[in-house]
Every structure is written in C-alpha cells, then in structure tokens.
C-alpha cells in the first residue's frame, strides 16, 4: 500500500510537472508575442510622435511667419501714422508762426510780380493802324484775353484745390490737437 501510494504521489508529480512545463511553455509563447507587440507598438507610436513634432513645427514656422507679417504691417502703420502727425505738426507750427513772416513772403515778390504782369500786358498802341491791321490786332488781343481767361479758370481750380486740401489738414489738426488734450485730462 506504501508503494501504490509513492507511485501515485509519484505520478501526481509527473503531471504536475508535464503541466508546468507546458504551462511554462505556453507562458513563453504569450511572453514572445507580447514582446513583439510591445515593440510594433514602440515603433508606430515612434513614428507617430515623429509625425507629431513635424507637425509642431511647420505649425511653429507658420506661425512666426504670421507674426513677422503682422509685425511688419503694425510698423508700417506706425510709421505711416508718425509721418502724418509729423506733417499735422508741421502744419500747425506753420499755422502758429510768426505772421509777419508770411505777410512778408506774400508780399516781398512783388517786384516779381510786375515782371510777370509787365509781360504779359500787350502794348496797345493802335493809333496808327488801319481798318484790316486793326480786326488782325483785334484778333490777336482776343486770343490773348482767352489764355489769360484759361489760365485764371486754371489758377482758380487749384485755388479751390488747395483751400480744400487745406482746410482737410486744419481739421485733421484740430482732431489731433483735441485727441492730445482728452489723452492729457485724463492722465
């Protein structure tokens, strides 16, 4: 009875051993193939945070192009806004200076003046002419009567363009000046 009962402890252990061992190799197998899925699974995700930094920075340099567009628009916006407060300055310190000076400008040309009035006048000296020589004089008078109407209708015309684009300044300054006052009150 003691030997049945060893060689069936024995046989129990044979088996319990067949079973390790296949278990064991069972084990192995799942091990590999989990081995293996760990690596294809390290090499896509790899491949995927590889993708992902490209994608970062392509974004990275399109956004720095964008900035350096916005930055360049913004100055180029303030360099156009410094010029026209330059050009309002400039104005209203010729709108504020010396009158007399102006007077003076306006006035200490006039010599000039009578050169340019001296040659344009046409000498009228017609006592001595006869009946067809007077209709040519006449002729050549109203020809020049007609350029000197065309060139006052020009002068005229820029006059107006002038007093226009003048008084869009005076209003532009007179903006700027209240601008100024209403940023000074407040601080």
Same mark, same amino acid.
């Given at each position: 009875?003691?030997?049945?009962?060893?060689?069936?402890?024995?046989?129990?252990?044979? !088996?319990?051993?067949?079973?390790?061992?296949?278990?064991?190799?069972?084990?192995?197998?799942?091990?590999?193939?989990?081995?293996?899925?760990?690596?294809?699974? !390290?090499?896509?995700?790899?491949?995927?945070?590889?993708?992902?930094?490209?994608?970062?920075?392509?974004? #990275?340099?399109? *956004?720095?192009?964008?900035?350096?567009?916005?930055?360049?628009?913004?100055?180029?916006?303030?360099?156009?806004?410094?010029?026209?407060?330059?050009?309002?300055?400039?104005?209203?310190?010729?709108?504020?200076?010396?009158? +007399? !000076?102006? *007077?003076?400008?306006?006035?200490?040309?006039?010599?000039?003046?009578?050169?340019?009035?001296?040659?344009?006048? +046409?000498?009228?000296?017609?006592?001595?002419?006869?009946?067809?020589? *007077?209709? #040519?004089?006449?002729?050549?008078?109203? !020809?020049?009567?007609?350029?000197?109407?065309?060139?006052?209708?020009?002068?005229?015309?820029?006059?107006?363009?002038?007093?226009?684009?003048?008084?869009?300044?005076?209003?532009?300054?007179?903006?700027?000046?209240?601008?100024?006052? +209403?940023?000074?009150?407040?601080?």
């Amino acid at each position: 009875m003691h030997r049945r009962k060893v060689e069936k402890d024995i046989a129990d252990l044979k !088996k319990l051993i067949d079973q390790h061992f296949v278990q064991r190799k069972k084990d192995e197998e799942d091990l590999d193939s989990l081995r293996g899925r760990i690596a294809n699974r !390290k090499i896509v995700r790899d491949q995927q945070i590889q993708a992902r930094n490209e994608k970062l920075k392509a974004r #990275e340099a399109q *956004l720095a192009l964008e900035k350096e567009k916005r930055e360049a628009i913004e100055n180029r916006r303030k360099a156009e806004e410094e010029e026209r407060k330059k050009a309002t300055m400039a104005a209203i310190q010729y709108a504020t200076s010396n009158p +007399k !000076k102006r *007077l003076q400008k306006k006035g200490g040309n006039k010599q000039e003046k009578k050169k340019i009035l001296a040659a344009r006048r +046409k000498n009228g000296n017609i006592d001595h002419l006869t009946g067809p020589q *007077l209709a #040519e004089k006449a002729q050549e008078f109203f !020809k020049h009567f007609t350029e000197i109407n065309e060139d006052k209708y020009n002068l005229e015309i820029t006059l107006q363009k002038h007093q226009y684009t003048l008084k869009l300044l005076r209003q532009r300054v007179h903006d700027l000046v209240g601008r100024q006052n +209403k940023i000074n009150t407040r601080k």
